[in-house]
């Protein structure tokens, strides 16, 4: 008999169950508030409250949580910042706040000058760039580049993301490496959450390791994604905005399984 273990974590209370993963009975089940000061604890404390021979015998531990969905209820996460390339300033300036973009004040732009087939004809100056990115990201936790036209080339995305965090060591994450759209204010959105969601996700998954090492608990981890599939530990760090209503993902994924 395969043991599985699930948590979620969610704003108030922390669940935990334990899964016979070959007929997908439910063995033993328990409840622990969330302790925001310090997720592991209420973590742990879901876990000590399941038999303490099943939770050994664990091959598997899947977790869900609702803590990317309430940062962005609360308007809380990190400090982030949107780099946009070869936007139109008085585009963003006008529709921005539909897509829930920052007033363009606090947003950088760079000017690209592309030919009629998307080649780069002139490209950003890095070097006069370096000095203004050090000054606007020094109290940064995460920044977001997201270009106009990275659908047909992402290559400025990543000159962009390179250089920052060879400047900076910050955490820098592109447009093109999450979404497809064409729509440069959604993926700016977007890419921009997920920056902020850094931190948030990352506690959380420091958490998780904290109370399992303390168990012994050495099973693989996979999370739930918000359309109800699995992602890895590196996965999720580098999206943390793939955990939008996993919470709920995975409460009717369960209720479709039993």
Not at 41 to 50: E, K, R, S, T
Not at 75 to 88: C, D, E, F, S, T
Request: aromatic fraction near 4%; glycine fraction near 8%.
């Amino acid at each position: 008999m395969g043991i599985g273990i699930g948590i979620d974590t969610g704003g108030t209370y922390t669940d935990a169950v334990i899964v016979d993963l070959d007929s997908h009975g439910i063995l033993a089940s328990a409840k622990a508030l969330t302790t925001r000061e310090d997720l592991s604890l209420g973590i742990g404390a879901a876990l000590d409250a399941l038999p303490p021979d099943r939770v050994r015998q664990a091959e598997l531990v899947s977790l869900s949580t609702t803590l990317a969905t309430n940062a962005c209820v609360e308007n809380k996460g990190g400090r982030a910042r949107l780099l946009l390339l070869g936007a139109h300033r008085k585009v963003v300036a006008e529709s921005g706040r539909k897509y829930g973009l920052p007033p363009v004040e606090e947003i950088h732009f760079l000017d690209i000058r592309k030919g009629p087939k998307g080649e780069v004809l002139e490209a950003p100056d890095w070097d006069a760039f370096e000095p203004e990115a050090r000054a606007w990201l020094a109290d940064a936790d995460a920044l977001a580049v997201v270009e106009l036209e990275s659908m047909k080339s992402a290559d400025l995305e990543r000159t962009a993301r390179d250089l920052v965090r060879h400047w900076l060591d910050l955490p820098v994450v592109c447009g093109h490496e999450l979404f497809s759209d064409l729509n440069i204010l959604q993926r700016g959105a977007g890419t921009l959450l997920n920056a902020r969601l850094f931190p948030v996700i990352a506690e959380f998954l420091e958490a998780i390791r904290k109370a399992l090492l303390a168990r012994s608990i050495r099973a693989p981890v996979v999370i739930v994604r918000s359309d109800g599939s699995l992602m890895s530990e590196t996965f999720t760090a580098a999206r943390p905005v793939e955990t939008l209503l996993c919470g709920p993902a995975a409460s009717v994924a369960g209720g479709l399984a039993l």
